[in-house]
């Protein structure tokens, strides 16, 4: 593999944006849009844990951007550029830097947004990548996972489960799985643009499971909530599974919809901010102190090993 | 060791400012200083490349702030906060997380930041850290790498070469080595508030070796240095070992000292803002291409074999 400076050179320095100042200095240099409030959000790709030694460095490079986009969108945020880092261990090939680089690309064009800067390095064994995402949110607008109040309603955008299933597929615990199910766990689809400012009283992106996500805005809000499992949107692809894999669909992440509390008299304005984008309830808020409930058809109650997934 | 979210409420929450939403949000918020240009930069500490093993886990949380903290100096800005990712293995302890923040707290303290955010995850091997710091400067203020002329000279605050010596001795290819060095390769100090905004035509911080550092500047100045190895200061400490370590000295990275070029007719405002601050000439720029060399005291060019340090 070639040296750290040529790298830069050769795959990162054409990504800058005039933030970069090339990628020759020290830090970006940022002039923040008047009168805005800045989002700026980190999440990492760690080979082995976040993505498989086999998968296309491109998709692995979108996905790094998309999961910290799908971050911006939960708070309702527009994005504006990265700072990236790399450490590559030397089995690194050329090949695998040059697809890496051109996803990045297609990702910078898709969701108009530039490299600032960042730093490469190498490592001993497993590849490590972060990205930072800078976003921006008009004064007061940005939407929170504690502002819900018992009586709002549970809503979720797309379908849920996918990933779970996809990621099953990739790691050969799951057969004879549709391609659109693999699609969607390598290249997930971050929400942004939806407008729900003055419409939404809580949300979060659905990355640890949507049982725990769910969670976290439980317990941020001081709220309980009751999910109904039978409610929760299956693409077709994931429904043919049928109930067998309901547990993996609603506790496992990376499908990163977005779930979204609203009142029951916003319920309109959810749905019209959403355009043509599937949006489903799913469950509602009650008094408590964090806990979620999830009920089948027949008002039984759910018990699964794990709400989502957790770093240990 | 606990999971990822009770670690964060136990180790990291604590250390938030109020742009950290508490860490119960998808990313910080942040209202940016009004009339100012924003710095942002990231850097790595990745176990086996950037320390070892057994270093103690608060100087490794202290020296991945303080080589942000140096990027920002380097670019003449005042720090404000900073994100943070941590990739651990199953195997680090409940000791080296608590050991690890008191760390952080005791820079927090020191240079006046705050943890805006940042994410938590696993490794399956080594520790992989990074950290983005947030600074700020006067609009049109900030240090470059590309505006050194021929005729101006170069100069370098505090000593160089304490933290190549000091790392060979934690490694064990260095006997007697006096703790001094040991701990400038541990804890180095970034040289902020130096005020260099209209003296310096350039300036770069010392991450990747001397000469090498140069060269950066050379090349983005589109310059080239005559540097006087007998004129680079040496600590007493760094002395006692002569010229046999002058190649690592000059060549190994991890000081964080400044580089600085300033025309002559700048050098009194150069030396009065460094206050006590030692501040030495070591060499010229002339016309040229971006060429570094190295003279020693008969005015022979030394020869090394590598400028500094670069990832594969």
Not at 12 to 28: H, I, Q, R, S, T
Not at 280 to 306: P, Y
Request: charged letters at 25%; a negative charge.
């Amino acid at each position: 593999m070639s040296d750290e400076f040529s790298r830069i050179e050769r795959y990162f320095a054409p990504l800058a944006g005039a933030e970069g100042l090339g990628l020759k200095d020290d830090a970006a240099l940022f002039r923040p849009p008047v009168g805005r409030e800045l989002i700026l959000t980190v999440d990492q790709m760690n080979e082995g844990v976040h993505f498989l030694p086999n998968d296309a460095p491109d998709l692995v490079a979108r996905k790094l951007l998309r999961r910290n986009l799908s971050d911006l969108a939960a708070m309702g945020a527009e994005p504006l550029g990265y700072l990236l880092t790399t450490a590559l261990p030397k089995s690194v090939s050329e090949d695998w830097l040059r697809l890496f680089a051109e996803g990045l690309r297609a990702d910078q064009e898709e969701f108009g947004i530039k490299l600032f800067g960042g730093d490469s390095s190498s490592s001993l064994t497993q590849i490590s990548l972060t990205a930072t995402l800078i976003g921006h949110v008009a004064p007061a607008a940005a939407l929170r996972r504690d502002g819900a109040s018992p009586g709002d309603e549970i809503w979720v955008t797309g379908t849920i489960g996918d990933a779970a299933l996809g990621l099953r597929a990739r790691r050969g615990e799951l057969q004879n799985v549709p391609a659109f199910l693999i699609e969607r766990s390598l290249l997930p689809t971050p929400r942004l643009n939806l407008e729900l400012a003055n419409v939404a009283s809580a949300t979060i992106d659905i990355s640890d499971g949507l049982v725990q996500d769910l969670g976290h805005i439980c317990k941020a809000s001081g709220v309980d909530a009751v999910l109904y499992s039978h409610l929760v949107p299956a693409s077709p692809e994931a429904a043919s599974f049928g109930d067998t894999m309901l547990e993996a669909r609603l506790t496992d992440g990376d499908d990163y919809e977005l779930l979204v509390t609203v009142p029951p008299e916003k319920t309109g304005a959810l749905i019209a901010a959403c355009g043509t984008l599937q949006i489903t309830k799913i469950g509602k808020l009650e008094r408590g102190t964090g806990k979620v409930e999830v009920w089948d058809r027949a008002g039984k109650t759910l018990q699964f090993s794990r709400p989502g997934w957790s770093h240990f």
